[in-house]
């Protein structure tokens, strides 16, 4: 089980999946290979051509209202998605390239979205601020998009074309703001 779950990391999901067919009663049946055939299954749910996943939270930012993700995409623009945690160093190493390619591209066409998991909302609402974040953020949200999206770390940056379509998962640095500005040159 250990071997399988470190063998995910390495491989695409349609590969984990053909291993899970071949995979003996006894072994899927270790404890936490229900949880990864879980995550697998939702990787391959919400994989690149697939629709986005709703899901609604309670937000802790502003006003403590309930927000869905379908709130900020589906709904004719590009939308980079920035699932990420104020303690998460990698997250806060990708934050001046999100704004470099926010600057340069928000409007009509393309927007940013940041989606707060795994964290405590005063932290998070810190963050914003220390971090420069200027695009709207959904706070609060724990693993609930983790789950949903299959995410095993953070950052984990998206883009989800104007109809709700994944265009792109694991967008980082140069090659994120290449394929923004590829889908909307």
């Given at each position: 089980?250990?071997?399988?779950?470190?063998?995910?990391?390495?491989?695409?999901?349609?590969?984990?999946?053909?291993?899970?067919?071949?995979?003996?009663?006894?072994?899927?049946?270790?404890?936490?290979?229900?949880?990864?055939?879980?995550?697998?299954?939702?990787?391959?749910?919400?994989?690149?051509?697939?629709?986005?996943?709703?899901?609604?939270?309670?937000?802790?930012?502003?006003?403590g209202e309930k927000v869905s993700f379908s709130d900020y995409v589906g709904k004719g623009k590009y939308v980079?998605?920035?699932?990420?945690?104020?303690?998460?160093?990698?997250?806060?190493?990708?934050?001046?390239?999100?704004?470099?390619?926010?600057?340069?591209?928000?409007?009509?066409?393309?927007?940013?979205?940041?989606?707060?998991?795994?964290?405590?909302?005063?932290?998070?609402?810190?963050?914003?601020?220390?971090?420069?974040?200027?695009?709207?953020?959904?706070?609060?949200?724990?693993?609930?998009?983790?789950?949903?999206?299959?995410?095993?770390?953070?950052?984990?940056?998206?883009?989800?074309?104007?109809?709700?379509?994944?265009?792109?998962?694991?967008?980082?640095?140069?090659?994120?703001?290449?394929?923004?500005?590829?889908?909307?040159?």
């Amino acid at each position: 089980a250990d071997i399988f779950t470190a063998y995910t990391n390495f491989v695409s999901p349609a590969e984990v999946e053909e291993a899970i067919k071949t995979m003996p009663e006894s072994l899927m049946n270790q404890p936490g290979m229900a949880k990864q055939i879980a995550a697998i299954e939702a990787l391959v749910a919400t994989g690149e051509g697939k629709m986005f996943t709703d899901f609604t939270i309670e937000d802790g930012g502003v006003n403590g209202e309930k927000v869905s993700f379908s709130d900020y995409v589906g709904k004719g623009k590009y939308v980079l998605v920035d699932f990420f945690a104020s303690w998460c160093g990698p997250c806060k190493a990708e934050i001046p390239n999100i704004i470099e390619i926010y600057k340069e591209c928000a409007g009509d066409k393309f927007d940013v979205l940041g989606v707060a998991v795994w964290d405590k909302v005063d932290a998070t609402k810190k963050a914003v601020e220390t971090e420069g974040i200027i695009w709207p953020v959904i706070y609060n949200c724990q693993a609930i998009p983790t789950d949903i999206y299959g995410i095993k770390g953070i950052p984990q940056i998206m883009l989800i074309g104007p109809d709700g379509t994944i265009v792109a998962r694991n967008l980082r640095g140069d090659a994120m703001k290449a394929k923004v500005r590829e889908v909307l040159s």
